[in-house]
């Protein structure tokens, strides 16, 4: 694995670890102080299972998984990508964002990953609709591998099948007005219709209420 890799989980575990003294970390995963430090600045030398541990501590284990498989290479449904807002603000080259948040793009503590915090409907579409974002994100100055993105319709998608389905409250922050001109509603809505069969009656209807709303 290259520097860059390493430099960047090394950038992630220190956002992640917040408020929690590097001693408390180090204790918590039994490494040194010293190791810990190495790993924040994404010192190769570390032993990979000490990232691995120290990810793990800080429930990071999904950026392994996020940033180390990639559609051509790994033809199974991956289990965590770029969903929500964070996939609705990247756009591909010659696309628009549905969402003006990118600058959240650049810190990955603040990302939206599907499997992590929000429900993605990986069980419905499976791998449709998904697509390498490795250099959209490099060019936002986040040094990954390789990282894949639900398109804007699979976010919204997700979003829905989330809060409506799943959690069964409001979705927050976002309108259909404030992404419409963007994302293909008609597509979105087809597959609400589609999957219906698989979906609560309540789940379904919030969904078309809210797309037709």
Same mark, same amino acid.
């Given at each position: 694995?290259?520097?860059?890799?390493?430099?960047?989980?090394?950038?992630?575990?220190?956002?992640?670890?917040?408020?929690?003294?590097?001693?408390?970390?180090?204790? !918590?995963?039994?490494?040194?102080?010293?190791?810990?430090?190495?790993?924040?600045?994404?010192?190769?030398?570390?032993?990979?299972? +000490?990232?691995?541990?120290?990810?793990?501590?800080?429930?990071?284990? =999904? &950026?392994?998984?996020?940033?180390?498989?990639?559609?051509?290479?790994?033809?199974?449904?991956?289990?965590?990508?770029?969903?929500?807002?964070?996939?609705? +603000?990247?756009?591909? /080259?010659?696309?628009?964002?549905?969402? =003006?948040?990118?600058?959240?793009?650049?810190?990955?503590?603040?990302?939206?990953?599907?499997?992590?915090?929000?429900?993605?409907? +990986?069980?419905?579409?499976?791998?449709?609709?998904?697509?390498?974002?490795?250099?959209?994100?490099?060019?936002?100055?986040?040094?990954?591998?390789?990282?894949?993105?639900?398109?804007? /319709? !699979?976010?919204?998608?997700? &979003?829905?099948?989330?809060?409506?389905?799943?959690?069964?409250?409001?979705?927050?922050?976002?309108?259909?007005?404030?992404?419409?001109?963007?994302?293909?509603?008609?597509?979105?809505?087809? =597959?609400?219709?589609?999957?219906?069969?698989?979906?609560? +009656?309540?789940?379904?209807?919030?969904?078309?209420?809210?797309?037709?709303?």
């Amino acid at each position: 694995m290259s520097q860059p890799f390493y430099e960047e989980l090394g950038r992630s575990i220190a956002l992640a670890r917040g408020t929690e003294s590097g001693s408390e970390l180090s204790d !918590r995963v039994d490494i040194s102080r010293r190791t810990l430090t190495k790993i924040e600045k994404g010192d190769p030398s570390v032993a990979f299972g +000490s990232y691995c541990a120290v990810a793990q501590a800080l429930g990071l284990q =999904w &950026l392994f998984d996020l940033v180390m498989t990639s559609p051509a290479s790994n033809p199974s449904v991956p289990q965590h990508y770029l969903t929500g807002a964070s996939a609705l +603000s990247l756009a591909k /080259e010659g696309e628009m964002p549905a969402l =003006w948040y990118s600058s959240s793009l650049s810190n990955p503590s603040r990302w939206q990953i599907a499997g992590v915090g929000i429900n993605g409907a +990986s069980h419905l579409l499976g791998a449709h609709e998904l697509w390498d974002a490795t250099e959209e994100i490099k060019s936002l100055g986040v040094n990954v591998a390789r990282i894949w993105s639900a398109t804007h /319709e !699979r976010a919204l998608f997700d &979003l829905m099948y989330h809060f409506f389905e799943v959690r069964q409250k409001p979705m927050p922050n976002i309108q259909v007005s404030d992404i419409d001109d963007v994302v293909n509603m008609g597509k979105v809505q087809q =597959w609400v219709k589609d999957f219906r069969p698989f979906l609560s +009656s309540k789940g379904a209807s919030t969904m078309l209420k809210w797309i037709n709303h």
